[in-house]
């Protein structure tokens, strides 16, 4: 383990247990540093309280059954099945909320009828927008109602929530519930996206992933062979290819703009902390990890010359983006090049181009890695392959089911979990939404057609280490939509300059964690 890592265990370790004996950040300092509607949100994050989590352990029940010395008895051995043990929960409904994601969709339609059937458990399953699935999620979380079993957890939310006590430790579980536990449902078997969502103390699950993909470089293969051009490695090259696209594609019917990317509302300040950040070689949200600051003069990147040039070239490419390309959202970009309008995307959610593919397979979208500054693409290929936050190529992405600690059907939630991510439903997911949880599906799908067509397995295969999930810091939710999202806007709608806006932004997220205790 290097001692970046080391030193961010160790802050982990100190911030929760100063959470668990009760410690607390001044009031007054908080309001001190930001405007009065944040403080609510700052005490649930300061002071998380601790949560006292009931298990009810279900063992195997060993009857001794006495024989005449004459005779031998040999117990038949039980194979292990769902059916087996969810007879005790037969009957039981649990309920479930999660993004309506490509993923969520497809194993709500195709594999929980499966589920159902086998189990006799009933699931009520809500998949819901972004936004309404995290108000119903904390909203349950913090009052502890226990009106969900299973929850949609992304991986720039989990160390909030684990931090919180709100989570079920799913290793220890399974650790005290052996009957429920699938004998072949194997953690290793997990990309190296399940890391984000492990406890980076214990190593202990907190959430098993269901969709996992790679935000990356996407293009269409036939207006490339039109034009003669192979993809952008640099950002430089994708910029001045977006505009031989935007000339070559005047006059078409549609017409053909140069490029396109997520941009409405709370997508805009992702598009940057996920993609052109990173690709740009700013990393973490341009904070660093070891001093806890965003600003360069306390060693952070947030204000960088790097963080400028990623603008700058934002600006560009905006330049020759179709008009509604501000109407955009997660997958919008994605549309449009389905549509002819884009030919290419930097930084796209590979479950939307898997959707799009799905909706018409003669679509021809293939995938590549993201164009990078090159000083940032020597920073990934130095650093060893397990040091995720130290330099990547962009984000990678997606959502895992996790337990609340308020369930009160634990034991049927945790059948539920293992059913939505063992090998099965992650070949759903994979062929039908590109967001593979598995490294045996990925081998699987390396010969198959739509691997030769889209390139995308073998991308995984090969180079998903070099993408990075969210840093772990638990505050994603506040800074993204107090800080980034007003400043970033403002930079965008050119109300502040480029550098004016991201020295403001700087110098308010490091007053921000100053207060937070960091």
């Given at each position: ?93 649990i309920r479930v909320v999660t993004e309506n994601t490509p993923p ?83 953690v290793n078997d997990f990309t190296a996206f399940g890391d984000a ?322």
């Amino acid at each position: 383990m290097n001692n970046s890592k080391k030193k961010m265990i160790k802050r982990e370790i100190s911030r929760r247990e100063a959470l668990s004996t009760g410690a607390k950040i001044a009031t007054g300092a908080v309001v001190a540093g930001v405007a009065a509607g944040v403080v609510g949100y700052l005490a649930g994050t300061a002071v998380a309280p601790v949560r006292t989590e009931t298990v009810t352990e279900v063992k195997p029940i060993t009857v001794t059954v006495a024989a005449t010395p004459t005779t031998t008895v040999t117990p038949t051995p039980t194979v292990w099945s769902y059916k087996e043990a969810a007879r005790p929960y037969r009957g039981t409904t649990i309920r479930v909320v999660t993004e309506n994601t490509p993923p969520a969709v497809f194993l709500k339609e195709e594999v929980v009828p499966k589920f159902e059937e086998e189990t006799g458990i009933r699931v009520e399953w809500e998949a819901v927008s972004w936004g309404d699935m995290y108000a119903k999620e904390i909203t349950d979380l913090e009052a502890g109602t226990g009106v969900y079993d299973a929850i949609y957890v992304e991986q720039d939310i989990i160390y909030t929530y684990m931090g919180r006590g709100w989570l079920t430790d799913l290793t220890l579980f399974g650790e005290r519930n052996r009957a429920l536990v699938d004998p072949n449902f194997d953690v290793n078997d997990f990309t190296a996206f399940g890391d984000a969502f492990k406890d980076p103390i214990t190593g202990h699950y907190y959430g098993y992933p269901y969709e996992a993909f790679l935000k990356t470089y996407w293009y269409r293969e036939d207006y490339y062979e039109q034009l003669g051009v192979k993809p952008a490695e640099t950002m430089d090259e994708f910029v001045e290819l977006s505009r031989k696209f935007y000339e070559w594609g005047r006059g078409k019917t549609p017409e053909v703009y140069g490029c396109g990317f997520q941009m409405i509302g709370i997508t805009l300040p992702y598009l940057f902390v996920e993609g052109f950040f990173p690709a740009h070689g700013v990393y973490t949200w341009g904070i660093n990890l070891n001093t806890m600051r965003a600003s360069v003069e306390k060693g952070g990147t947030l204000n960088s010359d790097r963080a400028v040039k990623a603008f700058e070239n934002f600006f560009k490419l905006l330049e020759v983006a179709p008009p509604e390309t501000p109407t955009f959202s997660w997958g919008g970009n994605v549309d449009a090049m389905a549509a002819g309008r884009t030919p290419h995307g930097p930084f796209e959610y590979s479950e939307a181009a898997g959707a799009a593919i799905q909706r018409d397979p003669a679509l021809r979208l293939r995938a590549a890695l993201p164009p990078l500054l090159p000083e940032a693409k020597k920073e990934v290929l130095a650093r060893p392959k397990a040091d995720y936050w130290k330099a990547y190529v962009n984000y990678y992405d997606g959502g895992a089911f996790s337990i609340p600690y308020s369930s009160r059907n634990k034991e049927a939630a945790f059948l539920f979990v293992q059913y939505m991510t063992r090998k099965e439903a992650s070949r759903v997911t994979a062929i039908k939404a590109f967001a593979p949880t598995r490294k045996s599906v990925i081998e699987e799908l390396l010969p198959s057609d739509l691997n030769k067509k889209t390139g995308y397995f073998t991308l995984i295969k090969e180079y998903d280490w070099m993408y990075g999930p969210a840093p772990p810091f638990r505050e994603h939710k506040l800074l993204i939509e107090r800080f980034y999202d007003k400043w970033i806007h403002k930079i965008v709608a050119k109300e502040v300059g480029v550098k004016e806006g991201l020295d403001a932004l700087a110098k308010e997220i490091d007053e921000m964690l100053e207060a937070l205790g960091y």
